[in-house]
Nanobody, 126 residues
Framework: QVQLVESGGGLVQTGESLRLACVVSGRTFSNFGMGWFRQAPGKEREFVAAISRTAGLTNHADSVKGRFTISRDNAKNTLYLQMDNLKPEDSAVYYC???????????????????WGQGTQVTVSA
């Protein structure tokens, strides 16, 4: 019954911005640690950012640090990824993911994310 639906992807030029959203239904959103991942053609899925249940802690991959900001609005059951100064290498399908694990930690690279969205395409042209 848990569903995650991403939106906000699109086609942009280098240096422009997008804001992705992920709406979660079926469970109490605040019970989930949340993450964003991305996967480009021919590449492995990679971690982008994670946020704690209370939004007090975040972690961003080095490749996006200073440009992307993960946030959440628990009252709206929504996770966000603000992407500024986009680069062509940011082009990928972006996925949101939810972790119900009590041991979730934003800096743990081995977090288990039980629920995943369908993905939204981000394409950045030079």
């Amino acid at each position: 019954q848990v569903q995650l639906v991403e939106s906000g992807g699109g086609l942009v030029q280098t240096g422009e911005s997008l804001r992705l959203a992920c709406v979660v239904s079926g469970r109490t959103f605040s019970n989930f640690g949340m993450g964003w991942f991305r996967q480009a053609p021919g590449k492995e899925r990679e971690f982008v950012a994670a946020i704690s249940r209370t939004a007090g802690l975040t972690n961003h991959a080095d490749s996006v640090k200073g440009r992307f900001t993960i946030s959440r609005d628990n009252a709206k059951n929504t996770l966000y990824l603000q992407m500024d100064n986009l680069k062509p290498e940011d082009s990928a399908v972006y996925y949101c993911a939810a972790s119900a694990d009590i041991s979730f930690a934003v800096r743990n690279p081995r977090n288990v994310y039980e629920y995943w969205g369908q993905g939204t395409q981000v394409t950045v042209s030079a």
